[in-house]
């Protein structure tokens, strides 16, 4: 674990970096993208597949995550020869380098979600 003095560097550094830094974060960190990438990260998916995995993802927020992932360049998109014709999305090495700090905060999630359940128990009743 940081110390404290290395936490607040971090956090002073991160506060003159913010014009940079939230862009960046804008691109990886909204609703569906870590989830996105966790699926294509062992394997390539069709669209369908993802979306099977993903439970709860609308076609049309699903397929603008994935142009946005493909511009970014998180994703590539390959048309399959099929008939139908198919689509499979496969993750970058830059796509690739986000995996551990995404599974870091999929653990975190996994690890604290009774926590933040609890708390929010809490702040309900003392409002409440």
Same mark, same amino acid.
């Given at each position: 674990?940081? !110390?404290? =003095?290395?936490?607040?560097? +971090? ?7 913010? #014009?940079?830094?939230?862009?960046? +974060?804008?691109?990886?960190?909204? &609703?569906?993208?870590?989830?996105? +990438? ?12 993802? &979306? ?6 609308? /076609? &049309? !927020?699903?397929?603008?995550?994935? &142009?946005?992932?493909?511009? /970014? ?8 020869? =099929? @008939? #139908? ?7 970058? @090495?830059?796509?690739? @380098? +986000? ?7 999929? @653990?975190?999630?996994?690890? /604290?979600? $009774? ?9 309900? $009743?003392?409002?409440?």
């Amino acid at each position: 674990m940081a !110390s404290d =003095t290395d936490l607040e560097a +971090l956090s002073c550094k991160a506060m003159v970096d913010v #014009p940079r830094i939230r862009p960046v +974060l804008d691109k990886i960190a909204d &609703k569906w993208t870590i989830m996105i +990438l966790t699926v294509l990260c062992p394997r390539p998916a069709r669209f369908n597949d993802i &979306k099977r995995r993903l439970d709860g993802i609308t /076609h &049309k !927020s699903l397929a603008d995550a994935l &142009k946005r992932l493909e511009r /970014h360049g998180l994703v590539i998109r390959t048309v399959l020869p =099929t @008939s #139908p014709i198919g689509v499979e999305y496969t993750i970058t @090495s830059l796509g690739h @380098s +986000l995996r551990e700090p995404f599974e870091a905060l999929c @653990s975190w999630a996994l690890a /604290h979600e $009774q926590d933040l359940a609890a708390a929010a128990v809490d702040y309900d $009743q003392a409002r409440g």
